[in-house]
């Protein structure tokens, strides 16, 4: 199947800061990229949908200049959480549309962030 | 209201003893579902992609069937690493996006 990197794996930040995470789609070109957060025992929850080359679409409740996305290239989309707060830990995950003949999403390993 | 339901919530078997996942959605337009294998602290594993009502696929000791209501995740003769969180999501034509299930939880004892 298609890989997807994630980078970093994890973060630790002291609150106030800013952190960026990176998405890659890394043997195929992804239009589409999706970040999610998953809390504990929880299934994932859509924050944005990014779409390369426009602004991404963000989910009913997620604030956008808090969680800031850009879709620079059709490999690449990044999520910067900005003035992280404790109640922003959790585990980030990203997602790419593959579409070659029949659609599937492909995930990466996720991030997991933890905001002191 | 678009909505997904996976049931049980949590499933456990011994090694050998077969069983299925329930995925109950009541989506309109509905282009696709997917299942998910997820592990505790990884991202989802790509499992399987149904389209049309009557669709069967398989791998290994899975096979997911779709209706036009719900979708099945069928396992046969499970061994302990099929231990996982399983995860299914409905894809709409009109909205990019999937929707996810709260998944059902898995263990598989040997």
């Known amino acids: 199947g298609a890989v997807v990197s994630q980078h970093p794996s994890w973060v630790i930040c002291k609150s106030g800061t800013s952190v960026k995470i990176e998405c890659r789609s890394l043997?195929?070109?992804?239009?589409?990229m999706f970040w999610y957060r998953q809390f504990p025992k929880q299934s994932l929850m859509l924050m944005a949908t990014?779409?390369?080359?426009?602004?991404?679409?963000?989910e009913q409740g997620v604030e956008k200049d808090k969680f800031l996305i850009n879709h620079a290239s059709l490999t690449l989309s990044t999520l910067t959480v900005t003035s992280a707060h404790p109640e922003d830990s959790s585990f980030y995950i990203c997602?790419?549309?593959?579409?070659?003949?029949?659609?599937?999403?492909?995930f990466g390993p996720g991030t997991r962030l933890l905001v002191l | 209201e678009d909505q997904v339901t996976q049931s049980p919530e949590a499933l456990r078997l011994q090694e050998g003893e077969s069983s299925s996942l329930n995925c109950s959605y009541t989506?309109?337009?509905?282009?696709?579902l997917f299942w998910y294998r997820q592990d505790p602290g990884k991202g989802p594993e790509f499992l399987f992609t149904l389209y049309s009502a009557g669709e069967e696929k398989e791998k290994e000791r899975l096979k997911a069937t779709l209706t036009k209501k719900e979708s099945f995740l069928h396992i046969t003769a499970p061994k302990p690493e099929d231990s996982a969180t399983y995860l299914c999501?409905?894809?709409?034509?009109?909205?990019?996006?999937?929707?996810f299930g709260s998944g059902t939880k898995l263990n598989v004892k040997p």
């Open positions: 999501a409905p894809y709409l034509y009109n909205f990019n996006k999937f929707y």
């Open positions: 989506v309109s337009g509905l282009r696709g």
């Open positions: 043997d195929f070109q992804a239009t589409t």
């Open positions: 997602s790419a549309l593959y579409n070659r003949g029949q659609e599937t999403q492909y």
């Open positions: 990014s779409n390369e080359g426009s602004k991404a679409t963000y």
